[in-house]
């Protein structure tokens, strides 16, 4: 091996195929490091950094290799196995970076893509690349340096491609989760799966969510703690007084675990397999009004986005970020503050189809323009053009 060779190894995947693992001269590693990869044609090339093969990012995944697929760009991928986890940090944010992924576009355009819940910047991360995209994004919550860079990736769920690609393959494998894709449940949330047009349906209600229990961990901070408390009795409220407003129209509860059952017995689902994904998905298709509540660490939870993806007419507390587009309450959803306002807001949908019909036409739009995996992607990649 000559001296200006790498003793390391390093597997690079491109194009969805496997060339073969090689000595990599000294130089280009560097390179590969700061972000300066090799480009050659009009096409624009898009090399993925990856730590995880977290759920988090798995919209994010999908959406480059759709573009790939299509011919859009030229995809690459490298895996690299390391610890993530930050002891100095604040409890919530000490595995953060499991939910982050690295982009580099052209080989000198580096994009960062956060889909963490919370609404902190990895400032170090932030400080070395070009555009940084967060899922919770809050204006008023970014250091002044930064606000340049830092742009709203938009609404969060799993989704993936029909059948595993060579990039998933390679990141079940680096990451110990199996080729087989044993890591996904029987039903696979593919694109087609987990979309749909408008429906017309008899105007039912669904609204299936979890409790979180306070102190499952003894490192949470008091305000975590309370947080989940208020979290957990507000979904419980908005449960009982829809279940009783609406009887067999509704469909809701807490999933039942060893924490809801002790704590909200009066409002579990009847059954778990219900919020099992593949019966919830189908559930979700003849259901169309949907009920979103605030998620951890304010986050917009995931079922915000499979309601917009599914077309439906939403009742949500304020969102607490931003998302790109023209997303507006009164339009898109229905607002609420307290419970109360839930079952009022249900009701307004309930007696004005036109209503109903024009929020879920307008949710499929915005779907299809800012939240199908390759739209979202494209969209991001202009962003760091």
Known sequence: MSSNTCRAKIRIWTLGIIACTVHIPDSFVLALDAGRLLTSG???????????NQSHLSQIYTGFSMLNDSGEIALSQECRVRTFLDPAKPQHLRDARGTHLLVVVNGDTRLYYDCHD???????????????????????????????KVFPLGFNYQVLLRDADDFERQRRSEFNQ??????????????????????????????????WDPFDNPDRSDEKIQERVRINDSRARCLELLRSEFGERFLGGFLQTDFAVEKYGHVLLADNAAYEKGTYVELL??????????????????????????????????????????????????????????????????SDAALRDEMMRRNHAYYNCYLRPDAMIRRTLDIGA
Request: with cysteine; hydrophobic share 35%; charged share 25%.
């Open 118 to 148: 919370s609404h902190e910047i990895d400032e170090a991360a932030a400080l070395e690349v070009d555009r940084y995209l967060k899922r919770s994004y809050a204006a008023d919550k970014i250091p002044g340096s930064l606000k340049h």
């Open 285 to 350: 298709r003849r259901y169309p009004i949907c009920i979103a509540t605030t998620g951890l660490h304010g986050s917009i939870g995931w079922k915000m986005g499979e309601y917009v993806a599914f077309s439906k007419a939403i009742v949500s507390e304020p969102l607490q970020f931003e998302v790109p587009g023209d997303f507006k309450p009164g339009e898109n959803y229905l607002e609420f503050d307290e419970p109360e306002q839930c079952v009022n807001a249900v009701h307004e949908l309930l």
């Open 178 to 211: 199996g080729t087989d894709g044993s890591h996904v449940s029987y039903f696979r949330p593919t694109i087609e799966k987990m979309c749909s047009a408008p429906r017309a349906h008899e105007p039912r209600i669904l609204f299936m969510t979890r409790a």
């Open 42 to 52: 009009p096409m624009k090339t898009c090399h993925m950094i990856c730590h995880s």
